[in-house]
C-alpha cells in the first residue's frame, strides 16, 4: 500500500496524559500537513512541513502541541497534558512537489479521546 | 462567517436522483477542491479545479470564478454514494498551499 499511513487509528487516553500520532507520507512526497477535524466540522489546518522545515503552524496549535520530521520522511505529532477539549480526529495529509495547486492524499486519520 | 459555505448541510434522496452541493467562497483562490469522507474518517480527494469543469464518471463539478461559486453533481446516486461531501480551498500567494474546509454536506441515498 502506497498511500498516506497514521498510527494509531485509535487512541483514548485520560486527561493529563501525553499522547503521540505517527504519519507516514507517500514516499515521494515533500510536503506534509496536519489536520485536526471535530465531529460535524471540517477540518482544520494544524501545521505544515516541506520536507523537514516546519514552515507553518496554526494559532490552534498551543504550546502543549509539537510536531516534526526530523527527516523528512515520517511526522510525528505530540499533544501534552492532553485536555478533553483536544477529542478530535487528527488527520494527515502529503502532496507532491510539482504544479502550481497541490491536490493532497489523507491518511485515515487517528482519532482521539480523552477521557 | 466561515470563508467557505456550503450547502445545504444535509440532503436526502432517492437512488437515481440528480444531485447537486453547493461551495461558495469569500476572496480569490488559487484551487478548489471537492473531498469525499466516509464514517471512519478517510478523505479521499474527488476533484481539484480552478476553472471550468471535471467529470469523473457520475460526478461532475463545476467553478464559477467570477461568483466565487462551485458545484458538485452526482448523476444516478446510489446508496454508496452517502457520505460527507466537503468543498475546500487555497489561496494564491499561500507558501503552505494549506486547505481551507467547509462544514460539509451530509448526504444519505435511500434505495
Known amino acids: 500500500d502506497t498511500g498516506v499511513s497514521q498510527n494509531p487509528r485509535h487512541k483514548i487516553t485520560k486527561r493529563g496524559q501525553n499522547v503521540t500520532f505517527r504519519c507516514d507520507p507517500i514516499?515521494?512526497?515533500?510536503?506534509l500537513y496536519w489536520y485536526r477535524q471535530t465531529l460535524g466540522q471540517g477540518p482544520e489546518f494544524l501545521t505544515y512541513?516541506?520536507?523537514?522545515?516546519?514552515?507553518?503552524k496554526s494559532r490552534l496549535l498551543s504550546d502543549r502541541f509539537s510536531a516534526e520530521r526530523p527527516k523528512g520522511s515520517f511526522s510525528t505529532l505530540e499533544i501534552q497534558r492532553t485536555e478533553q477539549g483536544d477529542s478530535a480526529m487528527y488527520l494527515c495529509?502529503?502532496?507532491?512537489?510539482?504544479?502550481?495547486?497541490?491536490?493532497?492524499?489523507f491518511g485515515p486519520g487517528t482519532r482521539l479521546t480523552v477521557t | 462567517k466561515n470563508e467557505v459555505e456550503q450547502s445545504p448541510q444535509n440532503l436526502t434522496a432517492q437512488e437515481g436522483e440528480f444531485i447537486t452541493i453547493n461551495c461558495s467562497y469569500s476572496?480569490?483562490?488559487?484551487?478548489l477542491h471537492w473531498l469525499q469522507q466516509h464514517p471512519g474518517g478517510g478523505i479521499v480527494s474527488l476533484f481539484m479545479?480552478?476553472?471550468g469543469k471535471k467529470k469523473h464518471g457520475r460526478l461532475i463539478a463545476t467553478i464559477n470564478i467570477q461568483e466565487k461559486h462551485s458545484s458538485l453533481h452526482i448523476t444516478a446516486s446510489h446508496p454508496r454514494d452517502s457520505a460527507v461531501y466537503i468543498c475546500?480551498?487555497?489561496?494564491?500567494?499561500?507558501?503552505?498551499?494549506?486547505?481551507?474546509f467547509g462544514t460539509g454536506t451530509l448526504l444519505a441515498v435511500q434505495p
Open positions: 495529509a502529503s502532496s507532491p512537489r510539482t504544479g502550481i495547486s497541490y491536490e493532497q492524499y
Open positions: 514516499s515521494e512526497h515533500n510536503r
Open positions: 512541513f516541506q520536507n523537514e522545515a516546519q514552515l507553518e
Open positions: 476572496v480569490g483562490i488559487s484551487a
Open positions: 479545479l480552478s476553472s
Open positions: 475546500a480551498v487555497s489561496y494564491y500567494g499561500g507558501a503552505t498551499n494549506k486547505l481551507i
